[in-house]
């Protein structure tokens, strides 16, 4: 659906409609007064919608589904919330996992599915995301400073 | 056991040519004034796999619903909200789906057709899961389930007659059981393998031979004055004097609030439990929460038919006080041990109360209702109380959870059933009236 909004504006900016440089970088240029949009065509190999996407462990464990993603005030991906465990519908837990523990490189094996750096063991006894609440997250070491 | 659930039911009258029935309404061949049918072995084995294959058709929904809507880019808002009309209208449509079931002079066309509405919405969840469609489909789905349970109850009872129905409710019970857990292995097979919109799609498919075996149920052998509770004078008054028939019967209500309590307890206690065993064993947990589930799946066709038989033959309060007695027991092993293979076992304990209250519930209203012709409406006051009780559980063992722990949780799920264990002794009555006349005598409790 956004991809094919995506082609649309990009079909438009290329009719002559003014666009800029299609298939450029990235392009956060200042709002213009009624100039149409930037355009920014990414291939479908460069990126990707995660919504709804199978995490597993680097040995192949399934880790459940990708559910929503946790922002900052600036914007910058914090946490993956993952729908971990459980067997029909029982069970299972929503988790928060530290963005920077995702690998979201797809290899030619396991294609289509996020890993992420942890083991079912040691995420078991996360406690559960709850909307609006202080988020917990999982696995956070490193880059990113834990939370507040 | 398996020799016993082909029997004919013992007590009461054994099987007998109806005796001509005075001033009744009632077909000829059907039945008899004490409401004894003589269904044949085709119409009950259609039965029992009709019975089997509704089990299968409804897994289908359920635990996939969110998986598949979650692969297709939902957000859980959406999914929650979708779900939630979905039992909202399950809740809503209860009393209403009993009215339409007791109004058809035909349950087998009846079902049909909300089969066939059910496996339609299989097939928009599959095909457009969008949206509007989605949404549609699940209020759908949750209306014709609102028309098909009363409908296999009444069936049942239209073919069989109030002296068999108690062991014709335990082998229901027992071919849902083994539908549920047999649908479930496969669609997770399917789900895994292909796609959780296979699921969806061999959902719409169960469709066939649900039909089929609706269609081996004999029309003529399944009485539809019988199947409502009995057709008795009430029915030609007037639609007040009617359904104050069984307006007027506290009895119905002591059962309907018993029953509230009952889920108020039980409901969430399975789903907290796999939560808190997710939490203590991770690489474990998928395989011991599904044997959770299987177990008391297993338990119940296992005692279905005996459960059925015996309260038959020694009154239905027995079995009502042992779901709660084995709730209550459930409760406290759950909140006190923390080995998660006992706490597997424990779930023995589930399958006997599942198989007691399953049977118990649908064959106290028929008692209760006996002579008004409104067993389905009765049934959906009931199950309006038990969409009550199982919607509230979550919720208030969710915060009681958080804010004390799980074992607070589980003693306090227990409690509740306490205090269903002791209404139960204090005021619901026994039902049983042996295959005879309904007497008022029958309205003190023993």
New interface residues.
């Given amino acids: 659906m956004r991809r094919s909004l995506i082609v649309a504006a990009a079909i438009l900016a290329g009719a002559g409609l003014a666009g800029p440089s299609i298939g450029s970088q990235l392009q956060r240029t200042a709002a213009q007064e009624a100039a149409p949009p930037a355009v920014l065509i990414l291939g479908s190999r460069q990126a990707e ?1 995660v ?2 996407k199978e995490v597993r462990s680097k040995s192949g ?1 399934s880790m459940g ?1 990708l ?2 993603v946790v922002v900052d005030r600036t914007g910058q991906p914090r946490a993956a919330v993952i ?11 929503k988790i928060a996992i530290d963005w920077n523990a995702l690998s979201f490189e797809s290899d030619s094996t396991r294609s289509n599915v996020i890993t992420v750096d942890l ?7 996360a406690p ?1 995301y709850k909307d609006k609440r202080a988020v917990i997250v999982l696995g956070s070491s490193g880059s990113s400073p834990p939370a507040e | 056991m398996n020799v016993h659930a082909r029997q004919r039911p013992r007590d009461g009258a054994e099987p007998r040519p109806p005796s001509p029935s005075a001033g009744s309404a009632a077909p000829p061949l059907s039945s008899g004034p004490s409401g004894t049918a003589h269904p044949s072995r085709a119409s009950q084995r259609g039965l029992n796999w009709f019975v089997f294959f509704v089990a299968d058709v409804q897994t289908g929904f ?2 996939f619903v ?2 598949y809507l ?7 808002v959406e999914i929650g909200f979708v779900l939630s009309v979905g039992s909202l209208i399950g809740l809503l449509g209860q009393m209403p789906g009993g009215i339409l079931v007791d109004a058809a002079r035909s349950e087998r066309l009846v079902a049909g057709v909300a089969l066939c509405v059910i496996a339609t919405s299989a097939l928009c969840y599959a095909l457009f899961p969008i949206f509007p469609v989605v949404f549609t489909a699940a209020a759908l789905h949750a209306m014709a389930s609102c028309v098909l349970g009363p409908c296999i109850v009444a069936l049942s009872l239209g073919l069989v007659g109030y002296p068999g129905i108690g062991a014709r409710l335990g082998r229901n019970a027992r071919f849902a059981s083994i539908g549920n857990g047999v649908a ?1 292995a496969a669609m ?1 097979v399917c789900g895994y393998y292909f796609s959780a919109q296979a699921v969806f799609f061999v959902t719409a498919a169960m469709l066939i031979p649900t039909l089929i075996a609706l269609s081996r149920i004999r029309p003529g052998e399944v009485d539809p004055d019988l199947a409502h509770g009995g057709a008795t004078p009430a029915v030609s008054q007037s639609p007040q004097a009617s359904f104050g028939s069984i307006l007027r019967q506290r009895r119905l209500f002591i059962l309907a609030g018993c029953i509230a309590l009952f889920h108020l307890a039980n409901a969430s206690m ?2 907290l ?3 808190v ?7 474990w ?2 395989v011991l ?2 044997a ?2 299987v177990i008391p799946q297993g338990v119940v066709a296992l005692i279905s038919p005996w459960v059925g038989e015996k309260a038959q033959a020694w009154g239905r309060r027995y079995f009502v006080l042992a779901a709660f007695g084995a709730l209550i027991v459930r409760g406290l092993l759950f909140a006190t041990i923390t080995s998660p293979y006992a706490l597997v076992a424990v779930q023995v304990l589930d399958g006997i109360t599942a198989a007691c209250i399953g049977i118990m519930v649908p064959l106290m209203i028929a008692d209760i209702s006996r002579g008004t012709g409104h067993f389905s409406f009765a049934q959906g006051i009931v199950g309006t109380a038990v969409g009550v009780g199982a919607t509230i559980s979550p919720t208030l063992s969710g915060y009681v959870s958080d804010q004390f722990g799980s074992p607070v949780a589980f003693l306090g799920l227990a409690g509740i059933a306490v205090a269903g264990l002791l209404t139960v002794w204090a005021i619901l009555p026994e039902t049983r009236t042996g295959g005879a006349a309904p007497s008022e005598n029958e309205m003190v409790p023993r």
Avoid: H, Y
Wanted: charged share 20%.
């Fill in positions: 919608s919504l709804g464990e589904r559910i929503d729908d971990f465990g459980g067997f029909f519908g029982v069970g299972n837990r083991t079912r063991d040691q995420v078991k006894a559960e | 359920g635990p969110s998986v979650t692969t297709q880019k939902w957000t859980q479930a997770g399975l789903p439990m796999g939560s065993m997710t939490t203590r064993s991770g690489d947990a998928t929460i599904a959770c589930i």
